[in-house]
């Protein structure tokens, strides 16, 4: 199995930057993409960012985030980052990274939690 361990969240004002991280540990091999989530209260999941893990890389983007977040990967120490720029209060929520893979490498992290204040 996978474990996935997030960090970097916080308040920040609109405007301003964070960068989240995801570590991943376990059945790493097993990971096709890493993916960003994020869920606001009342709301439902919503995908964020992902990219590959093997092979070429591959990103893709919420439209909302496009121009704005940035997806990157350290393989060496299997962790994946998502650079926050130009926050705005509807950013607010909390954040999940997600391993997809096969079943052994399929896993949700704990969430952290983002706050923009207006």
């Known amino acids: 199995q996978v474990q996935l361990v997030e960090s970097g969240g916080g308040l920040v004002q609109a405007g301003g930057s964070l960068r989240l991280s995801c570590a991943a540990s376990g059945s790493v091999f097993s990971i096709n993409t890493m993916e960003w989530y994020r869920q606001a209260p009342g709301n439902e999941r919503e995908f964020v960012a992902s990219i590959t893990t093997r092979g070429s890389t591959n990103y893709a983007y919420a439209d909302s985030v496009k121009g704005r977040f940035t997806i990157s990967r350290d393989y060496a120490k299997m962790t994946v980052y998502l650079q926050m720029n130009s926050l705005k209060p509807e950013d607010t929520a909390v954040y999940y990274c997600?391993?997809?893979?096969?079943?052994?490498?399929?896993?949700w992290g704990q969430g952290t939690q983002v706050t923009v204040s207006s």
């Open positions: 997600y391993s997809r893979g096969t079943a052994a490498g399929s896993a």
